[in-house]
Each structure stands twice: as structure tokens, then as C-alpha cells.
Nanobody, 115 residues
Framework: QVQLVESGGGLVQPGGSLKLSCKTSGFALKDYAMSWYRQRPGTERELVAFIAQTGYMTNYAGSVKGRFTVSRSNYENLVWLEMNNLKPEDTATYYC????????WGQGTQVTVSS
């Protein structure tokens, strides 16, 4: 079955960095675009970053552009989200998601940015 398992979240100070990982299984990663979403307390889940099947096309939310980088290894079945210059407003639960119908989600990993 399709599984997405995020890791790498934690507590970081403003200005710090984290790299999230999404380990995929149960499907051929090369066939699917992947995305990272986040959900901040009291808000709806929002798209943070998108990466196409081959990894040559990416897209970012305006609030993270220039600070976050999404990447993937279809060989290793992994998707990453590198987050730099983190801000308190980046505090959220981050989810890895596979495109398609239905869309699949991981369980999420918590990122807290605080001094």
C-alpha cells in the first residue's frame, strides 16, 4: 500500500535550518508529482512546495520562495524539503503528499521555530 513517512522536524531558532525527508513506498515515485503542505494552528492546510516527476520543475508558495528548496530522488524513493532562514510563522505541521486521485498524505512532522 502507499505509504509516506515524514521525518526531520523539530525545534529550531529563528534563522535556523531544517531538512525534512519523506520516505515513500508502495508505488513508483518516478510516476508522480509530489508536494509539501503545512498546517499552522487554526488555519487550513496550505501548499508549500511542488516538484514534478523528474524534479526539473518546482514551484513554491510566495512566503517560502528563496528560503525553501524541494528535491527528490526517484532512485531512493525520497523527497526532501530543505528549509533555511526559518521564521516563527513557519511553525506548523508539515505533510508530504502524492499527487493523483486519491491524493495520499503522510502523518506529518512538527516544525517549531522559536527562541
Amino acid at each position: 500500500q502507499v505509504q509516506l513517512v515524514e521525518s526531520g522536524g523539530g525545534l529550531v531558532q529563528p534563522g535556523g535550518s531544517l531538512k525534512l525527508s519523506c520516505k515513500t513506498s508502495g508505488f513508483a515515485l518516478k510516476d508522480y508529482a509530489m508536494s509539501w503542505y503545512r498546517q499552522r494552528p487554526g488555519t487550513e492546510r496550505e501548499l508549500v512546495a511542488f516538484i514534478a516527476q523528474t524534479g526539473y520543475m518546482t514551484n513554491y508558495a510566495g512566503s517560502v520562495k528563496g528560503r525553501f528548496t524541494v528535491s527528490r530522488s526517484n532512485y531512493e524513493n525520497l523527497v526532501w524539503l530543505e528549509m533555511n532562514n526559518l521564521k516563527p510563522e513557519d511553525t506548523a505541521t508539515y505533510y508530504c503528499s502524492r499527487s493523483g486521485n486519491p491524493r495520499y498524505w503522510g502523518q506529518g512532522t512538527q516544525v517549531t521555530v522559536s527562541s
